[in-house]
């Protein structure tokens, strides 16, 4: 699975490459957010805005990561597609995850936060 | 009304059909292949129903009307190129056409398949409320499932049936159009994941699902006149090529195939209905199915529109055909919640001010209970939904009849017990504004019995309306002869005012128009005979009485007892003690669900029967008994306008309406039957002269039920008719080879206590049938007679039942 990640200050920004997240690359998508939450990131920004379509386990892998950051920091994403907005209204992700419309938002948003 | 449809000349008519042939079928014209005629006029007759869709759409979203959707689990439509000829207004020029090119347009019509996509009634009657709602105007669509195997075929074997798959879709089907562009991703399955939102408040995540596609398939619907083009949507399931292709790249083919096959046959087959058992897994899934791909749909086209839901049911009126699609309750819950985020105090207004329920049954058994395990694995997040619907229903109980537990119970829409089993009617009795019964004396038991504790709580949610058959279909279509005669002697208006046929009581006095009336059944007649002739090698006396029970095979519809009826003539002929004066012919047709042995008992006793009988020479043809196998919308379009005598004799409180009985009667059958149903609207309307009504009253065998007053045993003792047609069952009169198949009836009698009540019914029954042949003996006075049923139709029009919903239910006017 490509994913494109670089750092602006103390935030991680993850943008997936793929137009899909699905069982074939899940579990490589959570492998690689859990070693970057081991190895310190506390504040990640996953921009979706390449996906078309998450499958269950996808967004499995994406609850896995909040959970794991827990109340030690967070993560937000943005630009979100939607045809992936709607499987997270599905879901009711979108109830748990902050969703901004821009990566510059959602940086904007977890710089503030302390 | 006449056609508005702009008149095809023939010339123009050839010219499509020979285009069709060409570019559609890759044939050269002209042909004389029945087949690809039938094809290639089935494409022209769908060119004009596109672009009349098109113009319909868009008069609705002029006006921005209304619209109803008709959930069904079936529909089953028939054969549709005579029916959309005629609303077309096309027969007869289509007709002249083929003729000149010396082709039989009826071999033509019957190279189309007979889509089986349905059981019986129920399925009927959402095929005749389509064609209603078009002809009306009415912004009317159905919903159903795309199923590749429609109900099986019936075969016969040594009087036994046999089921085999019904492929309707393996030739093509120049109706449908496959809309991919509009498939839609159902998911199903999973776990809910206990979370909190943002806020910290309760936020049930459901997750882990598997999707299904759903991709609809639409059947142009065209009304009377052409007007009004609207669709029936099928949805079939899918696993996409988009949606697979990772799973191929990995390079586990196995796994993909398997994947599409798993989801595809979601859609697979349809369900013989009594074989519906709660805990099939699949039949919950296909439930489900439906109500998530159509709501999905629906909800769509609303926010074309509009950008909430504060309009939806004034926009929208959702109409559940039974029990099958109440889940729609708890997706449509679901979707306001989870995915719009309503309050859920407003999604419930707008979910219940939006479903209505249409109860088709009063028997326990097809009340449909769904283990809360099942629902809990297959759907989770709708099990949470409907238990909080419970929570908040129960709670208003509790408040408005304190302290008792039992009504609490009762009520509920969870049966609490070993497992836990979720009431699916209960789930739509809650969650609708409205619940019909479909006949007068069936919504009365409903209040009064099945439902009474809903019915004392909302009062103003119950009404009753009474089934209804298209006429387009059941004597336009079905019986030329006599729609000829109506038309040359007062007009065409009965084919959109079905209360025009009382236009031709003065006639049933009249000589003239009476012998053209009888000469029309009497060629209707041997037009079966020669069907029966060719079908079973069996000659029969088109001058006999067509004596016809022809539905499925269920216990409670009484093929026994008709088959008690023969089987007591037959002895009291070949004993010496009746001469017959009317010869008579029994027609059976029907088909017995698979796993229902004793239906499929009776299928076996029916050709036996008929075996002995018809071969028997004392008899000398004056009975002859005759299955038709197979039964189908077509068939039935080919029996009903020969019959002479329709049997309707259900036990009492068992039929929810019927809507066979209207069909004869439509067609000039006189009916005998119990009072059951429509049956009695029927004797309302035709007159107690005119029909034939016998046997125990709803409310005589309840109170038999309660009090434990019926001993079969005693009927067995005290009269020796219904002893020696018992005897005869049990003696292998009907079974010389096969020894002793029968002595189930006699133990089914005697030991389970004659659950159907046939042995009350029979004395008066026999009794009837005497009397009916007395009359039958005097043509005059039975045509008359006859008439006056064809002229008191008017009431059993599925265009009155459509109206009466428009009116009491969906509250929405005609487009202007």
């Known amino acids: 699975m490509q994913l494109k990640h670089n750092n602006v200050k103390d935030v991680l920004i993850v943008r997936p490459l793929e137009k899909r997240i699905d069982a074939s690359t899940a579990a490589e998508f959570k492998q690689n957010m859990n070693e970057w939450i081991d190895s310190g990131n506390r504040r990640i920004v996953l921009n979706l805005s390449e996906v078309d379509f998450i499958d269950s386990s996808g967004l499995g892998a994406i609850i896995s990561g909040f959970k794991k950051i827990g109340n030690e920091g967070n993560i937000v994403i943005c630009v979100v597609k939607e045809s992936v907005m709607s499987l997270f209204r599905l879901t009711r992700m979108n109830r748990v995850f902050d969703i901004y419309t821009s990566e510059n938002e959602a940086l904007e948003a977890l710089s503030g936060k302390a | ?118 059981n019986g009634g129920l399925g009927r009657l959402a095929a005749c409320f389509l064609d209603s709602m078009a002809t009306l105007d009415i912004a009317g669509f159905g919903y159903g499932i795309h199923y590749e195997y429609g109900l099986f075929k019936q075969e016969i074997d040594n009087g036994y049936q046999r089921e085999k798959p019904d492929n309707w879709l393996a030739d093509l089907n120049p109706w449908e159009f496959k809309r991919t562009d509009e498939k839609c991703i159902i998911p199903i399955k999973g776990r809910i994941e206990h979370f909190q939102d943002r806020d910290g408040e309760y936020n049930p995540m459901w997750l882990d699902w598997n999707f299904i596609v759903g991709i609809p398939f639409d059947i142009p619907v065209v009304g009377y006149g052409g007007k009004t083009v609207n669709w029936l949507r099928l949805y079939g399931a899918g696993s996409s090529a988009d949606f697979d292709i990772q799973i191929f790249n990995e390079g586990d083919y196995f796994r993909a195939v398997e994947q599409k096959v798993a989801s595809e046959t979601i859609t697979k087959m349809l369900y013989p209905l009594d074989t519906i058992m709660s805990g099939r897994e699949l039949r919950l899934v296909q439930e489900y199915f439906l109500v998530a791909c159509t709501l999905k749909d629906i909800i769509r086209r609303y926010l074309k529109n509009n950008e909430n839901f504060d309009r939806f049911p004034d926009q929208v009126a959702i109409q559940m055909n039974d029990t099958h699609p109440s889940l729609a309750v708890a997706e449509l819950m679901r979707l306001l919640v989870d995915e719009y985020a309503l309050p859920w105090k407003h999604a419930w207004e707008v979910t219940q001010q939006t479903l209505a329920y249409t109860n088709h049954t009063v028997l326990a058994e097809a009340l449909e209970k769904w283990p809360a395990a099942l629902l809990e694995r297959v759907i989770p997040r709708h099990l949470q939904i409907i238990y909080e619907i419970n929570r908040q229903f129960l709670e208003k109980i509790a408040a408005r009849y304190p302290g008792d537990v039992d009504l609490l119970q009762r009520m509920s829409l969870i049966e609490e017990g070993e497992s836990k089993l979720v009431r699916m009617a209960h789930l739509a009795l809650v969650g609708s504004h409205s619940v019909n019964g479909v006949s007068s004396l069936h919504t009365e038991i409903l209040k009064q019995d099945n439902f009474s504790d809903f019915y004392a709580l909302w009062p103003e949610r119950f009404v009753n309306v009474t089934n209804g058959i298209t006429q387009r279909r059941w004597l336009l279509e079905a019986n030329p002869r006599l729609a000829g005669l109506i038309t040359d002697t007062i007009g065409d208006t009965w084919i959109t005012d079905l209360s025009r046929l009382r236009g031709l009581e003065p006639y049933a006095d009249q000589t003239v128009f009476m012998d053209e009336f009888r000469d029309i059944k009497r060629a209707n007649k041997e037009d079966l005979s020669k069907i029966i002739s060719d079908t079973l090698w069996l000659s029969i006396n088109p001058d006999s009485l067509f004596d016809i029970h022809i539905k499925r095979i269920h216990e409670y519809k009484r093929q026994l007892l008709k088959i008690m009826h023969i089987v007591h003539e037959y002895l009291q002929i070949v004993r010496g003690e009746k001469t017959p004066t009317v010869a008579k012919t029994f027609i059976f047709a ?62 009492a409180g068992q039929e929810a309406s019927g809507t066979g009985n209207m069909k004869f009667m ?30 125990l009253k709803a409310e005589e065998i309840t109170d038999m039920i309660k009090k434990k007053n019926y001993y079969p045993v005693e009927y067995y003792r005290l009269f020796p008719e219904i002893r020696r047609v018992l005897d005869a069952f049990r003696d292998n009169t009907f079974c010389p080879d096969e020894q002793g198949i029968f002595q189930w009836i006699y133990h089914r009698m005697m030991n389970n206590k004659d659950p159907y009540f046939h042995l009350p019914d029979f004395f008066p029954y026999i009794q009837m049938q005497d009397q009916i042949e007395a009359e039958y003996l005097d043509p005059v006075n039975w045509t008359k007679k006859a008439v006056r049923n064809v002229a008191r139709s008017g009431k059993f029009s599925s265009d009155r039942a459509v109206s009466d919903y428009n009116r009491l239910i969906w509250n929405k006017k005609a487009p202007s």
């Not at chain 2, 006793?605 to 196998?629: C, E, M, S, T, Y």
């Not at chain 2, 006189?670 to 309302?684: H, K, P, Q, S």
Request: hydrophobic share 40%; net charge negative; with cysteine.
């Open chain 2, 590 to 651: 029907g088909k017995a669900a698979p796993g229902y042995w004793v239906a499929k008992q009776i299928i076996k006793l029916i050709h036996n029967v008929g075996q002995v009988i018809n071969q028997d020479k004392r008899i000398q043809d004056a009975l002859k008994v005759v299955f038709l196998p197979d039964y189908s919308v077509s068939l039935a379009e080919k029996i009903i306008p020969a019959a002479d005598l329709s049997e309707q004799i259900s036990m």
């Open chain 2, 666 to 695: 439509l067609n000039g059958a006189l009916t005998v039957g119990t009072l059951d149903g429509a049956n009695v609207e029927m004797l309302e309307e035709a007159g107690a002269d005119n029909i034939f009504i016998f046997g």
């Open chain 2, 1 to 118: 009304m006449k056609p508005t449809v702009s008149k095809i000349s023939k010339s123009d008519l050839k010219a499509s059909i020979d285009y069709h042939l060409r570019c559609s079928l890759c044939k050269e014209p002209p042909t004389k292949d029945y087949r690809d005629l039938f094809l290639s006029t089935a494409f022209s007759l769908r060119d004009r129903m596109a672009e009349k869709i098109l113009h319909t759409e868009q008069r609705y979203q002029t006006s921005q009307t209304k619209r109803v959707y008709y959930l069904s689990l079936e529909f089953l439509i028939g054969r549709l190129m005579g029916n959309n000829l005629h609303n077309l207004g096309m027969f007869d020029v289509c007709r002249e056409f083929m003729t000149e090119a010396g082709i039989d347009i009826e071999e033509v019509r019957e190279q189309e398949n007979d889509p089986g996509l349905g």
